[in-house]
């Protein structure tokens, strides 16, 4: 496991149930909008035309359910923007599960089947998503560490 993903399952564990109640309730924009200006550096120049196509104008919502956090965004003609819509996918998870997946370190279909992510709603979406996520491999730059 790498020094982050500790640290984040660290955080999680040690953070108070109250404390995570509390951040549940506070507007999705703020961790949303950082989400978006992430993806925006680390993911979009990585799809091609097809791909982003494919994955324009659905509502994503992802939770970290760990630390209370949530995220909704869409892929609009200029990048990931945050949304304020109905989610037309859901996804789950811890943050140690999120950041193994997002780092290459465990694949999507052993985190959902071992149940540490959990994918909700339009199926054929996540689907795709899934798999657009496999084909790129690990995501990061020089500020995440292995």
Avoid: C
């Amino acid at each position: 496991m790498d020094a982050l993903a500790l640290s984040l399952a660290r955080l999680a564990a040690g953070a108070p149930l109250g404390l995570r109640g509390l951040v549940r309730t506070l507007p999705v924009q703020p961790p949303s909008f950082v989400l978006a200006r992430a993806l925006d550096r680390w993911f979009l120049p990585r799809l091609d035309e097809a791909t982003r196509t494919a994955l324009s104008g659905r509502v994503v919502e992802l939770e970290v359910q760990d630390l209370g956090l949530r995220a909704r965004l869409l892929l609009g003609a200029r990048g990931f923007e945050v949304a304020s819509s109905a989610p037309a996918l859901t996804i789950r998870g811890g943050a140690q599960a999120l950041w193994r997946l997002v780092r290459g370190h465990d694949d999507a279909d052993r985190l959902f089947f071992e149940r540490a992510l959990v994918m909700e709603g339009d199926t054929e979406f996540g689907l795709l998503l899934k798999n657009t996520l496999d084909a790129l491999g690990p995501l990061g730059g020089p500020w995440i560490p292995r």
